[in-house]
């Protein structure tokens, strides 16, 4: 079946520190994957997207790249602000949107 | 745009009470769907609906699950006879038509029941 796998958090950061939150999937053929990211007391945003394998989506600093052959699609950035603390979901199309969420990662990043 | 609203924010119900939510989606946009958020899980599809039609549901949904979107613009979901089991976070997304927009959904705020 589907499914996206994500590392547990929280992620306690420093401003200006590296991040990466792991996600890997499991899943027939080769979906589009997302990431989404829920700021306190919004809704859901797609962050960033990558359809097919060795394509990077990035936004807003944040960079994912589809590696098929590891079924990974690990979000990076640089250098993490306070701004950016939130809950960022991976999650993956089974078609027609049928998104199939990760459990989510909440990072915290502190000044 | 003013994007996607639900109705209520928060709903707090005694178990066996029947509960309706309400999603208003943004007005271009002919796809609809609903998911739902247990606390620490990701979202999970129930179901969706192009224009009026519903065109999947997923086996989430049991029969005290009904969805409806009656003129191909807002929708309800009811919950009839309400668990403990039924709290949640009931998310609303919608996108346009897909030969026309991308893949990205957009997400309401919410709705958070609570089953006393």
């Known amino acids: 079946g589907n499914s996206v796998t994500q590392m547990e958090g929280p992620v306690t950061l420093s401003e200006e520190a590296f991040l990466t939150i792991n996600c890997t999937y499991t899943?027939?053929?080769?979906?589009?994957l997302f990431w989404y990211v829920q700021y306190p007391g919004e809704g859901l945003q797609l962050l960033l997207k990558a359809t097919k394998a060795d394509d990077k989506g990035s936004n807003k600093g944040f960079e994912a790249t589809y590696r098929k052959e590891t079924t990974s699609f690990h979000l990076e950035k640089g250098s993490v602000q306070v701004s950016d603390s939130a809950v960022y979901f991976c999650?993956?199309?089974?078609?027609?949107?049928?998104?199939?969420f990760g459990t989510g990662t909440r990072l915290l990043v502190s000044p | 745009d003013t994007g996607v609203s639900q109705d209520p924010r928060h709903k707090i119900t005694k178990r066996g009470q029947n509960v309706t939510f309400r999603c208003d989606p943004i007005s271009e946009h002919n796809r609809l769907y609903w998911y739902r958020q247990t606390l620490g899980q990701g979202p999970e599809f129930l179901t969706y609906?192009?224009?009026?039609?519903?065109?999947?549901k997923s086996r989430l949904l049991s029969d005290r699950f009904s969805a409806e979107r009656p003129k191909g613009s807002f929708s309800t979901l009811e919950i009839q006879r309400t668990e403990q089991g039924d709290s949640a976070m009931y998310l609303c997304?919608?996108?346009?038509?897909?030969?026309?927009?991308?893949?990205?959904?957009?997400f309401g705020s919410g709705t958070q029941l609570s089953v006393l």
């Open positions: 899943a027939t053929g080769y979906p589009s």
């Open positions: 609906f192009q224009n009026e039609a519903q065109l999947e």
């Open positions: 999650a993956l199309n089974t078609g027609f949107q049928k998104l199939v």
């Open positions: 997304a919608s996108r346009p038509d897909p030969r026309t927009g991308g893949e990205k959904l957009f």
